[in-house]
């Protein structure tokens, strides 16, 4: 009897722990990949932040007031631009590298399913979460290569004005600044656009880790 009564209690005790529900790898992965989208999102607000202050430096230059005070700003700027965009880079690739192993998770977990309408239901979220990603993919992948070339064109002017910055240096290549700038206010436009379709994937991948 004592020993009955040992085995219905350990029962008891466990059965509340085996009933309680374990998040399965897949949605521990999503809710990763969400934080990891939120951390990519941060970054490329402060990259934006960055690159309005350089177009304001750089329309200072052409004023050609407290030019050598506009130049250093836009110096700093521009070095703490090129910092972030390292870090965004290191965050895509963490964004990526979640995606793989949240879809490789969940498909893993659907592959144990019984019911075919069951199976063919998931599937198809999966499929749909593919395809939102590759096209959020996508679009990172073209604002980066749009950066690189901006970054590269500021990078140039710092070079530029590093050996020439007199009024006249600066008036020679005030037409290059003008393109900078053009530059600079569409790629700011791309990223907010950017940034609402990375909210939107974030939303998307969070509600499915129910978190």
């Given at each position: 009897m004592k020993r009955i009564l040992t085995l219905a209690l350990a029962f008891a005790v466990a059965?509340?722990?085996?009933g309680q529900a374990q998040n399965s790898d897949s949605l521990n992965l999503a809710a990763d990949q969400a934080t990891s989208m939120n951390k990519l999102d941060d970054l490329m607000g402060r990259a934006q932040k960055r690159l309005?202050?350089?177009m304001t430096n750089l329309g200072e230059l052409t004023d050609g007031n407290d030019s050598n005070n506009s130049?250093?700003?836009?110096?700093?700027?521009?070095?703490?631009?090129?910092?972030?965009?390292?870090?965004?880079?290191?965050r895509v690739e963490r964004v990526r590298e979640l995606q793989g192993?949240?879809?490789a998770a969940w498909t893993k977990e659907v592959s144990g399913m019984?019911?075919?309408?069951?199976?063919?239901?998931?599937n198809d979220q999966i499929d749909k979460a593919k395809a939102d990603f590759d096209l959020l993919d996508k679009q990172?992948?073209?604002?980066?290569?749009?950066a690189n070339d901006l970054t590269a064109l500021l990078q140039d002017l710092k070079k530029y004005f590093a050996s020439s910055f007199t009024p006249d240096s600066i008036?020679?290549?005030t037409p290059m600044i003008e393109k900078a700038r053009a530059s600079g206010q569409e790629m700011v436009k791309d990223v907010d656009t950017l940034r609402?379709?990375?909210?939107?994937?974030?939303?998307?991948?969070?509600?499915?880790?129910?978190?």
């Open positions: 059965l509340p722990l085996s309005s202050y350089i130049f250093d700003r836009f110096k700093d700027n521009l070095d703490d631009l090129t910092s972030i965009r390292s870090d965004i880079k290191d192993q949240r879809i019984t019911d075919k309408d069951m199976r063919k239901m998931t990172l992948r073209e604002v980066g290569g749009d008036k020679t290549c609402d379709h990375i909210y939107k994937q974030k939303q998307g991948v969070k509600g499915s880790s129910g978190n």
